[in-house]
């Protein structure tokens, strides 16, 4: 799976950069502007972090330094002040081979906007997803020179007018450019590796596949969810899996395929159909399971073997297609009430809007 997100840190969203690098470094850092010092020593599940600049500076700098130059260098109260990378590290390389890949994704970044960097390459949780290797890229919104110093910002920083001014791309454009090359850097880390596997940075959509994409939990939704309690995108998430795992039900029955049934790995979530069906998330380790049994019943002595099943039962059928009936009226309702809401909140605003314009006409009547 691939995954590849950014976002700006800005003091205006009560973002500060000092805060971000501490944390996704598990480090402790002191904002010399406000006097917060923020430590995250404790944290765990940092495999590893460090500071990344562009090729021909010579000198190192720390966290601590490079971030409160980044919080220094910004005067306005809504500055961006860093931008951060979130990138998905595929579960089959080793460390050595993870921490590579980190690095060199980060000296493509500070190459490409000539902007200085911090990694943190973080492990799996031991309550989530055992495959969750990811790298944090924290980067700074400003160009660094030899001396260190930070000075214009760089070109994905800039407004639509300043790229047009420059000749160069708007910085939603940069982006899918970046997620590309990103793309294309993890398939060279895996062939390098000898793991048969490619990403992209396509959509589902636009790779011609159907099925529902998934959306990334974040981290207060991920806590939530690891407390027991559910969330509006952790909701989609199950329904999106439910949905795909459906769908290859339905594939199923349409070619009179068995389907067959098996206990999920514990660290992989799962999830149950009604009909009885324990289906894992990953179609692949399914259908591995399938060509096993299959090649298990065609090695067994020819009196043992009882009769191939080549249709699927209609009581079966029926309960698939019920499933499906429901999920489908559930989706419904879910459309529905936010319809609802959606149009309580505009007649909300109407509303405000028009007790604005009362208070308005009340106004210049008293000046009159």
Not at 174 to 186: D, F, G, L, W
């Amino acid at each position: 799976m691939y995954h590849a997100t950014t976002s700006a840190v800005s003091r205006g969203a009560g973002g500060s950069v000092c805060a971000k690098g501490a944390y996704i470094g598990g480090e402790e850092i002191t904002n010399e502007i406000t006097g917060e010092i923020h430590n995250y020593t404790q944290k765990q599940g940092v495999e590893h972090t460090e500071v990344i600049l562009p090729s021909g500076i010579d000198k190192t700098m720390s966290s601590s330094d490079l971030w409160n130059k980044a919080e220094l260098a910004e005067n306005r109260k809504d500055a961006r002040v860093g931008r951060e990378w979130v990138i998905g590290l595929p579960c089959e390389l080793n460390k050595e081979q993870r921490k590579e890949l980190a690095q060199n994704l980060a000296k493509d970044l500070a190459e490409r906007y000539q902007v200085a960097t911090q990694i943190a390459i973080h492990e799996p949780n031991k309550q989530g997803d055992q495959r969750n290797y990811h790298v944090h890229i924290l980067t700074t919104t400003r160009k660094i020179d030899q001396d260190l110093n930070l000075t214009s910002k760089s070109d994905i920083e800039l407004d639509r007018k300043q790229c047009a001014k420059l000749g160069i791309s708007t910085s939603q454009e940069q982006i899918i450019e970046c997620r590309e090359r990103i793309a294309n850097r993890i398939n060279q880390s895996l062939e390098l590796a000898n793991i048969q596997k490619q990403v992209s940075h396509l959509s589902y959509k636009d790779q011609g596949i159907d099925k529902i994409p998934t959306k990334h939990l974040g981290k207060s939704a991920t806590q939530l969810e690891r407390k027991g309690i559910k969330t509006e995108i952790g909701e989609y998430n199950r329904s999106a899996i439910r949905m795909n795992e459906l769908k290859i039900a339905l594939e199923s029955i349409k070619t009179h395929q068995s389907i067959p049934t098996y206990q999920p790995q514990p660290e992989i979530a799962a999830i149950t159909v009604k009909s009885g069906l324990e289906i894992e998330l990953t179609a692949t380790e399914r259908a591995k399971m399938y060509l096993q049994k299959r090649a298990e019943e065609k090695n067994k002595p020819e009196i043992a073997k009882e009769p191939e099943q080549k249709t699927i039962t209609e009581d079966r059928k029926t309960q698939l297609l019920s499933e499906i009936l429901s999920k489908r009226s559930h989706d419904q309702i879910i459309d529905r009430q936010k319809q609802e809401q959606e149009k309580k909140l505009e007649q909300e605003q109407a509303q405000k809007q028009e007790y604005q314009k009362t208070l308005s006409r009340g106004r210049g009547g008293f000046e009159r």
